[in-house]
């Protein structure tokens, strides 16, 4: 007996040992409880250490391959937005990704001294901001955003009994742009005299996004700053124009001193009439291009014409000459 109970004691003592115990000879302590589950990453599920877990291990996704949140998830980078790039700061100003010298708006690509930025062709050294421009060649030399077109002469004469028939009391050399715009004008308003041109004037414009003529801003006195008259414009359904507005000194910001309003023939779209606060002009017998030839003028508005302009134009459809009679 002594030695029986002897030996079931060392069997219950190596059976206590082996963990084997338990009812049906299963364990009472799960391996799960020996040894609990480790945290992986890339498993779907935020273990604890993890700042985030997408499912995989990839970095550049907002959650990184060791499941931490990215720095540009949690602070994205504003959006670029392009602008003159400037050239040797680090910076990527014109939204490239193309930093300084790699940049070809840093660079002179036709060492005409000009970078590409301020160039408006940086592969040709005869096109530069204040090159010289050939005047109607289709070419912006001067990158100015256009070509100076055509010189245009305009002669004005005058009639009067009391002078000499078509005495010559004004010339005016006009420099357009390819799409008939006017860039500059000199005016000479006495010729024979030989004294040259007092009034130089320079044009600016504004456009509608059709393209269409807004403002014409015209700067003549060199010693005020800013244009010394505009002109704003609407146009009807048709693309005409339907009203013109001028101010006399736009620096005043004082409004339109006046406002002209165009008419034109229902039948063929010429123009018939331009009304303003103190005159009204009639057109009429036009050329084949639609051009008036003749005008007359109520200055009074009372049905007496007071002047009479005879037109001539050039083969673009600009005046060329102008006859003004005294009636």
């Not at 990704?97 to 790699?102: F, G, M, N, V, Y």
């Not at 955003?145 to 010339?171: C, E, H, R, V, W």
Request: aromatic share 10%.
């Amino acid at each position: 007996m002594k030695v029986r109970s002897t030996l079931y004691l060392v069997l219950l003592t190596a059976l206590a040992l082996s963990g084997t115990y338990g009812c049906g000879g299963e364990s009472s302590d799960t391996d799960n409880n020996q040894n609990p589950p480790v945290a992986q990453c890339g498993d779907g599920v935020v273990d604890a250490g993890e700042g985030c877990d997408d499912s995989n291990l990839v970095d550049g996704d907002g959650c990184d391959s060791v499941c931490q949140l990215e720095d540009n998830n949690q602070n994205p980078p504003p959006a670029c937005v392009p602008s003159t790039e400037v050239c040797d700061n680090g910076t990527d100003e014109d939204c490239d990704d193309l930093i300084d010298t790699a940049d070809s708006d840093c660079i002179d690509g036709d060492n005409d001294g000009f970078l590409g930025a301020q160039d408006c062709n940086d592969g040709d050294a005869a096109i530069y901001p204040g090159a010289t421009e050939v005047i109607g060649d289709g070419i912006d030399q001067d990158c100015t955003g256009m070509d100076k077109y055509l010189a245009q002469t305009s002669t004005f004469s005058y009639s009067d009994p009391s002078l000499a028939p078509q005495f010559l009391i004004n010339y005016r050399l006009t420099v357009f742009t390819s799409d008939g715009l006017e860039l500059s004008s000199s005016t000479d308003s006495d010729p024979l005299s030989q004294n040259g041109f007092e009034v130089v004037s320079s044009y600016t414009y504004t456009f509608y996004p059709d393209g269409k003529v807004q403002d014409q801003f015209d700067d003549y006195d060199a010693n005020l700053p800013g244009p010394d008259y505009q002109q704003h414009y609407t146009y009807d359904a048709q693309g005409r124009i339907d009203t013109m507005s001028s101010d006399d000194d736009p620096s005043a910001n004082d409004g339109y001193e006046r406002v002209s309003q165009y008419a034109y023939d229902p039948n063929t779209s010429f123009l018939l009439s331009i009304t303003s606060s103190n005159s009204i002009e009639y057109y009429s017998n036009y050329d084949a291009a639609g051009n008036p030839l003749d005008v007359d003028v109520d200055v009074f508005k009372n049905g007496i014409f007071d002047y009479h302009y005879s037109y001539t134009y050039d083969s673009q459809g600009r005046s060329l000459s102008v006859i003004v009679t005294d009636l």
